[in-house]
């Protein structure tokens, strides 16, 4: 096997924000924070940083490399721009009608 493939990155996403945990053979090697709009960097990440947990209601998976992590972002941020326009609520002016 392939160094690449002992490592990854769970993925949360709640509100703004997106949080990520690599890890490499099962062992944490840090977590990031950022803004939903951003892309995850190397350097973002801390081993300081506590991940929450795969139980929590924000986990999205497992990515298996920082840029699938970042694809799965980008995947994301298109889905809800094109949900947004094809949005079917009313104007606010019709409710009333």
Known sequence: ???ASRVSFSLWIAGDVAVA???YESRPMGTAVIS???LFKRRDFRPMRRAPSVFD???IGLCASLGDLNATLRRRRLALVQGSATS???PFSRIYE
């Open 21 to 23: 945990q690599g890890m």
């Open 88 to 90: 079917t609520r009313r």
């Open 57 to 59: 209601a924000n986990y």
């Open 1 to 3: 096997m392939g160094g």
């Open 36 to 38: 939903v709009t951003d």
